[in-house]
């Protein structure tokens, strides 16, 4: 009887133990990651390379999420407007929803399936083939050189896509409110401009911020832990987007209920 | 090498490693000196590889202290490890050539960014082509790891580890699954490099006779070729084999004591000998 518990209990700690291992961990490589921001050598070629990956290469998707969830959520607010008679204000509610939750989420998130599952599937394939150990035998600090250029171009190129995203949205919207919806252009840009406040701008600019951090790192934190061989990258890859994923919309409900308290809304 | 100042290149004092309880090496002691060659030989997971790594810092031991150059590594940070493996060159037994840099940028690595090497700009590319001249891969300079042969890609990364002529060359397992007549090439190449640069050498191996054509041969300069060592038994005493198992060190003497040893394990390496 007493065996039995004590084995219980060891067991259900033992189940701890593993993720408060791995948070610790990625609170040490985020503090590594963080601090080497303001630490020579920098590899300006690096961050490049990982701006033009992740910018410029997310670009396409960005357009295409942003336009169609702008419309859609013309379409939806229209229907729910038409109940009291304000179509007219189809704008505002574009405006607000895409600023302060859609495009910042849907970018993260799209950001999170192209670039997190690349960065643990790459430095996954380079920890199990020893190269990650090698840049270490020659010299060089591999969260130096693979994770913080990738944080610093995530961080530089999210509230870039995001703001891309917003716009692209207001567009896709505007399409449905004139053709569809036979709002008058001057409209419904003077709806969507007039919703916007500071609260809800630096809303949607510091979200995509905090979850380029989340994006960057779960994607290298996974990577670096891989082993295993290659059936070990596959698993990094889906723990990454999935943890990315979720970290986005808890955060995002933290960071929406901070803004929201704040006032405004 | 007249009456040469015994300074321990690499010394093990009971070193223990292990992994999430797993013991990788047991209770490991040995020291290597200036000039000297090591073979290491032992089945496949008896600790070879971790024992490299460990020696370079790159694995911490548990107990036990490891020193290099004399200087005890063991519970030294990251940032002071770097100056030490700048004199340390390394093979890894994959090859570990970074998939997205050709050949010559993989050579040229370690000149550019070991901290304590400071390879004036100019000198890189012209160090990097007598590298790999000196590994007769002259013309794949502009050739991704990917486009090259195993045997090539092995070739390269000795290249790459020798580049910085460093003082202590360690190679994991050179041979493995390579043909019998680029693998006698590779060895070849090592026992040059070593008797070109004098490095002290520690060499992972599954083959004996890899280790016999390092004890037993030396390099013509002259001549440009591989030739049976003169004095065979003084080059004999400077190569000592050591067998590992289940990550302990069973064995740890020189040619003639392996050879006349009796234990079966130790026999089964010497014996593949053609
Ligand atoms: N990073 C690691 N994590 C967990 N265990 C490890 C790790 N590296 C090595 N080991 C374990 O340590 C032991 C020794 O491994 P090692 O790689 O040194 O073997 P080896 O002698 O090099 O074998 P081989 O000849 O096949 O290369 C093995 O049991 C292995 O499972
Ligand atoms: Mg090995």
């Given at each position: 009887m007493v065996a039995s518990e004590c084995g219980e209990r060891t067991y259900l700690l033992d189940l701890l133990k593993e993720p408060v291992l791995a948070a610790q961990e990625f609170f040490l490589l985020a503090g590594k990651a963080l601090k080497n921001i303001f630490r020579r050598p920098h590899y300006g070629d690096d961050i490049a390379l990982q701006m033009d990956a992740i910018g410029v290469g997310s670009l396409p998707i960005v357009v295409m999420i942003g336009f169609f969830s702008g419309a859609v959520m013309a379409l939806q607010m229209s229907r729910a407007l038409s109940q009291y008679g304000q179509v007219g204000k189809t704008g505002t509610l574009v405006s607000l929803t895409l600023v302060r939750e859609l495009g910042p989420v849907l970018t993260s998130i799209m950001v999170a399936g192209r670039n997190s599952t690349g960065m643990a599937s790459e430095l996954g394939s380079m920890k199990v083939t020893e190269q990650i150990d090698a840049m270490r035998a020659l010299g060089t600090d591999p969260i130096q050189k693979l994770v913080t250029p990738r944080l610093i171009a995530t961080c530089v190129m999210l509230p870039l896509l995001t703001i891309i995203a917003d716009f692209v949205g207001m567009v896709g919207g505007f399409i449905i409110a004139k053709f569809v919806l036979s709002i008058e252009s001057r409209q419904y840009w003077t709806s969507v401009w007039r919703a916007l406040e500071w609260n809800d701008v630096t809303q949607g600019l510091f979200k995509p911020l905090v979850f380029a951090v989340v994006v960057s790192l779960m994607g290298c934190f996974y990577g670096l832990r891989t082993t295993g061989g290659t059936q070990g990258v596959g698993r990094s890859t889906t723990q990454a987007m999935v943890m990315a994923t979720v970290l986005i919309f808890v955060l995002d409900l933290l960071i929406t209920q901070v803004f929201v308290s704040q006032g405004g809304a | 090498m007249a009456e040469p100042a015994r300074i321990a290149v690499l010394r093990f004092e009971n070193v223990t490693v292990s992994f999430d309880g797993d013991v990788a090496l047991r209770d490991i002691s040995f020291a290597a000196y200036e000039g000297e060659s090591r073979i290491i030989l032992g089945a496949a997971g008896s600790g070879k590889t971790v024992l490299l790594k460990t020696a370079m810092g790159l694995t911490k031991p548990e107990s036990g202290k490891v020193f290099v150059f004399g200087q005890?590594?063991?519970?030294?940070?990251e940032k002071r490890l770097f100056d030490i493996r700048g004199k340390i060159g390394m093979l890894f037994q994959e090859s570990a050539l970074f998939d997205s840099l050709n050949i010559a940028e993989n050579v040229a690595y370690p000149l550019l960014n070991q901290p304590s090497i400071r390879c004036p700009k100019a000198e890189v590319l012209p160090r990097v082509k007598r590298t790999l001249e000196f590994v007769e891969?002259?013309?794949?300079?502009?050739?991704?790891?990917?486009?090259?042969s195993g045997g090539m890609r092995r070739r390269a990364a000795i290249a790459r580890a020798v580049v910085t002529e460093p003082p202590l060359q360690m190679y994991d397992s050179p041979t493995a699954g390579l043909d019998p007549i680029t693998a006698h090439t590779i060895i070849a190449l090592l026992i040059k490099e070593r008797d070109v640069s004098q490095a002290t050498t520690l060499l992972v191996t599954h083959r004996f006779q890899d280790g016999n054509l390092m004890a037993n041969f030396r390099y013509n300069s002259e001549q440009g070729v591989l030739e049976p060592a003169r004095n065979g038994a003084k080059q004999k005493s400077s190569t000592t084999f050591m067998v590992m198992k289940e990550g302990r060190l069973i064995f740890e003497n020189d040619q003639d004591s392996i050879e006349a040893s009796k234990d079966p394990y130790i026999g089964k390496f010497v014996k593949q000998r053609v």
């Open positions: - | 005890d590594i063991s519970a030294m940070p891969l002259g013309g794949t300079l502009e050739k991704f790891p990917s486009e090259l």
